[in-house]
């Protein structure tokens, strides 16, 4: 696998765990973690140069990314295993992400069917929301 240089650590916060065994695109994107408190389980990442994009904040192809991947979590949590497809993501960019942000995320259920599962989240970076996705 490439050996992927970070430029500010990823310092999660307390309880976050690296997701292990991710694809090497997933590496990049990310690195990934995750914290489960309870039935509840959150996503996050740091912000690194490399999700920059020309005006210096978060690229808004990696917050999709990360919004895509939040059925991560969820499905952690409901003890679902398996790939599952993405059939339509929304997102609403409500503000520009610095570098070194930690973004997170705890992403809720809206509809769990046998063959779909429908979720909603807001996307925090430092706290602040950054992205409303579903």
């Not at 398996?82 to 570098?99: A, C, E, H, K, Q």
């Given at each position: 696998?490439?050996?992927?240089?970070?430029?500010?650590?990823?310092?999660?916060?307390?309880?976050?765990?690296?997701?292990?065994n991710?694809?090497?695109?997933?590496?990049?994107t990310g690195?990934?973690?995750?914290?489960?408190?309870?039935?509840?389980v959150?996503?996050?990442f740091?912000?690194?140069?490399?999700?920059?994009?020309?005006?210096?904040?978060?690229?808004?192809?990696?917050?999709?990314?990360?919004?895509?991947?939040?059925g991560?979590?969820?499905?952690?949590?409901?003890?679902?295993?398996?790939?599952?497809?993405?059939?339509n993501?929304g997102?609403?960019?409500?503000?520009?992400v610095?570098?070194g942000?930690?973004?997170?995320?705890?992403?809720?259920?809206?509809?769990?069917?046998?063959?779909?599962?429908?979720?909603?989240?807001?996307?925090?970076?430092?706290?602040?929301?950054?992205?409303?996705?579903?």
């Amino acid at each position: 696998m490439t050996q992927i240089m970070h430029d500010v650590a990823d310092n999660p916060p307390e309880g976050y765990e690296r997701i292990p065994n991710r694809t090497e695109g997933e590496d990049f994107t990310g690195p990934y973690y995750l914290r489960q408190r309870g039935d509840e389980v959150s996503m996050g990442f740091r912000v690194h140069r490399r999700h920059l994009n020309g005006a210096g904040v978060c690229h808004g192809g990696f917050l999709a990314t990360f919004a895509d991947l939040l059925g991560i979590p969820l499905k952690r949590g409901l003890g679902i295993s398996g790939i599952s497809l993405t059939v339509n993501l929304g997102l609403d960019f409500v503000r520009p992400v610095p570098m070194g942000a930690w973004v997170e995320a705890t992403p809720e259920v809206v509809r769990n069917t046998a063959k779909m599962l429908f979720f909603q989240t807001l996307i925090t970076a430092n706290g602040e929301v950054c992205v409303r996705a579903n």
